[in-house]
Every structure is written in C-alpha cells, then in structure tokens.
C-alpha cells in the first residue's frame, strides 16, 4: 500500500538519534513520501538537512504562529520575536524564498489565538505575509490553526488560496463545508482513530480532498507511545472504515490527492 504523510516535525529534538531507524520502519510501512514542515529559523534549516539526506522527506518551510512557537518551544525566542519581529520575519521569508527548489509546501504556518497574551495582529500579518510568498512561488500551503479557525479561513479565502492543506482543523461544520466548496484539502491525523471530531469531518469531506498526516511526533494513535511517520497507516485503516472503501482504494486516492496538489 502506497502511503503519504503530509505532515510531520521530524527535526523535533526526540527524533534525533532515531532519525535512520524512523525513516527505516516508515519506509517498509509503505510510505512514499513524508512532509517535514519548519516552525523557525532554526527548525527550518534542519528540515532542509534531513530532506537533503532522505529521499522520502520532503521539505516544508515557515513561521508557526510566534506566540505558540514561543510557548512550545522557549521564552528567549519570544523576546527575540517581540524586539525585532518584522525584520526577522522578513529575513526567514527571504532564506524560504532562496530556497524555493528545494521545497514542497510553505507551512507550518496559521494562527493560533490559544494564549490570551498572543499578540494577534502580528500572527495574521505574518500569516498574510507567507500566504503571499506562497502564490509568489506557486506552492501550497500547509495551515494551522487552533482557536482562530473562521479567522484563518476568512484569510486564506480573502487571499484567493487555492492549494491549501487545512492540517489537523477542529474548525465548526460551517467552516469545513466552506472549505470544501473552495476545494481546498484537509490532512487527518492518526488521532482519527480515537477522536470523534476527526471522525465526524471524514464523513463530510469528499475523498478528493482528503489527505493524511502523523504530525510526528505528536497525536499518536498509541497511547504513551511517540508518533512516527509509519503508524500513517492507523489513520488510513480508520478514514476506510468510515468511507466504507477498501484501504487500498482509499491510499490509492490520496496518493493522486497528494499528487495533484504538491507536484
Ligand atoms: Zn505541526
């Protein structure tokens, strides 16, 4: 079975030593392409590495929202974002353009309104400012977005996207439906095998649009287990249940998905 995950993190720090064994197992998984998408300036620079090294990853580069990197990551960044973030966002955007050929996607990139102290205007600013590189280059975008989803897809639309993958949305049925109608596709995570929201999304979206996705190492379908590009064949197993579609039908389907958006 032909399988595609549009979306993990693996320059994440825990992957390190394991990173020939990772890609190994999702290699006999079946996988034939993995999505590695940078958050800053630093994971971005190590996502071009491991995609240089690995025939299978590919690379995704961009600025994840900066209060959330800031809260996920560490408080010095933050400060270093706040002092002089216009002039750090654009110099990333200039390194992301330089290095457009070796790229797939532009993303992580979104808003994230969890954090009551996030500064939102800079979030969208800086969202608009990629989703502008990303038509300048002609590439999708790979979007978050938690607590801000009518938000993000009022931009994305407002912006005239057109190759958007809406990754790990929880937005309401309003603006799933929304989304679908302007053609855009959603990535499922492996959690689909245990969250009744995910599940509920499967049925409304068409197979056309649909896309799958591990966000490794997070939202394992195995409980106390980290996640890894191969267990992308958990979520194709649940999202075929679901559509009442033989599995290899369906991988069949996102693999020319996959294809039609990113190549
Ligand atoms: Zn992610």
């Keep these: 079975m032909i399988l595609i995950d549009v979306h993990a993190h693996l320059d994440w720090k825990d992957f390190e030593s ?38 299978i990853v590919k690379a995704a580069l961009g600025l994840y929202p900066p209060d959330a990197l800031a809260r996920e990551t560490n408080s010095e960044l933050i400060s270093e974002f706040k002092s002089d973030i216009n ?34 205007k800079l979030q969208m600013e800086t969202f608009v400012k990629q989703l502008k590189l990303a038509k300048k280059l002609d590439l999708p975008v790979i979007v978050h977005s938690r607590k801000a989803e009518a938000d993000v897809v009022n931009i994305l639309e407002k912006e005239g996207m057109k190759k958007v993958v809406m990754h790990c949305f929880c937005g309401k049925k309003r603006l799933i439906k929304k989304a679908i109608e302007l053609g855009w ?30 966000d490794s190492p997070f939202l394992s379908p195995y409980q106390g287990m980290k996640n890894e590009p191969a267990f992308v064949s958990e979520a194709v197993k649940k999202i075929a249940l679901i559509k009442k579609i033989e599995q290899e039908e369906l991988a069949n389907i996102i ?4 294809q039609r958006l990113f190549l």
């Design 87 to 120: 002039s750090h966002v654009d110099e990333e955007l200039k390194f992301i353009e330089t290095n457009k050929d070796k790229i797939i996607a532009i993303g992580e990139i979104g808003l994230d309104f969890l954090s009551k102290k996030s500064d939102l």
């Design 18 to 55: 394991e990173l020939d064994d990772i890609v190994k197992r999702a290699e006999n998984a079946g996988v034939k392409v993995i999505i590695s998408a940078g958050i800053d300036s630093k994971s971005n620079k190590k996502v071009l590495e491991i995609a240089e090294k690995y025939e």
């Design 185 to 214: 596709y959603f990535s499922i995570p492996t959690n689909v095998v245990k969250s009744q929201q995910f599940q509920d999304m499967v049925e409304m979206i068409p197979l056309q649009q649909i896309l799958t996705e591990t």
């Design 255 to 258: 693999f020319s998905n996959y």
